[in-house]
């Protein structure tokens, strides 16, 4: 059965107001039969969000304007597709306690979950890393070089894979090397395979599944999947469940790429 486990919806604070019933149907007439909306949790209330617009996750009256909307999605297309309710959680260093407290609340309400990193931190201060060339460019200046910048981002998805973040922790690995996503921006060449490998053992460790995750192909500055397409006989040898993710924020993202990735 064609799986998309990894899709936003209307309730997006960065994407677009696409309706929410334009992607089950487009869903449907492609072909999948499985679907789940991982729309981005709210972040910790003590979490100054360094995005400029402040839009990086929902807020907690949203939260709940979304669960109720995937709800009745998910009754009303029950005949014709599994919809699942979920959320991409951010893993952020410095508030592992306060995203457990969240996750004890709501996880109970969803069907399926992400765990991501998009926020690194450096002293005092976080940054976005995939916000813009710009910032990822900032935050090489500020740790001194590109591969630094790496170095940090992939210490802190090991991290986020090893932390105690209750029952209802995401079991599924966003995007593992969503670092990329401005490699042909900055230039540099990285050898990060040895990172990315051992990322690849810890999800293995732990039994948990990886995104795969297709969005890199549509970013100009990127131009692969996360992780790279050769990376997948490797995470298949380790036994780790792969689950396509568009990461679509609207309709016409939906399921794009996934005929380049998982076509099962």
């Known amino acids: 059965m064609k799986r998309d486990g990894h899709i936003h919806t209307p309730f997006c604070p960065h994407g677009t107001k696409d309706e929410l019933r334009a992607y089950i149907e487009k869903a449907i007439r ?17 979490f100054a969000d360094p995005t400029p617009e402040k839009d990086s996750g929902m807020s907690l009256e949203t939260l709940h304007l979304y669960l109720d ?55 005092s201060d976080y940054f976005c890393m995939d ?5 990822f460019m900032d935050i090489a200046h500020q740790a001194g070089s590109v591969e630094a910048v790496y170095e940090l981002y992939y210490k802190t998805v090991e991290a986020s894979i090893a932390a105690e973040l209750g029952a209802f922790k995401p079991k599924r690995i966003g995007h593992p090397t969503l670092v990329h996503k401005f490699q042909l921006a900055h230039g540099k060449k990285i050898d990060d395979d040895q990172h990315i490998k051992r990322v690849l053992e810890k999800i ?15 970013k100009p500055d990127c ?30 993202g939906l399921h794009k790429h996934y005929g380049k990735l998982y076509n099962k």
Request: hydrophobic residues 35%.
């Open 30 to 46: 492609s072909g999948f039969g499985d679907i789940s909306f991982t729309e981005h949790a709210p972040l910790p209330s003590s």
């Open 69 to 123: 909307a995937i709800k009745q999605a998910k009754d009303a297309y029950k005949n014709d597709i599994q919809i699942r309710v979920g959320l991409e959680v951010d893993y952020i260093t410095g508030y592992e306690s306060e995203t457990r407290s969240f996750l004890d609340e709501y996880g109970p309400l969803l069907d399926d979950s992400i765990l991501s990193v998009h926020f690194l931190r450096m002293g």
């Open 131 to 135: 916000y813009s060339k710009e910032v």
């Open 204 to 218: 293995a460790e732990t039994g948990y599944e990886m995104d795969l995750n297709g969005a890199g192909f549509s």
């Open 223 to 252: 131009l692969e999947s996360y992780p790279p397409q050769h990376y997948i006989p490797v995470a298949e040898s380790l036994g780790i469940p792969l689950i396509f993710g568009s990461d679509a924020h609207s309709v016409n």
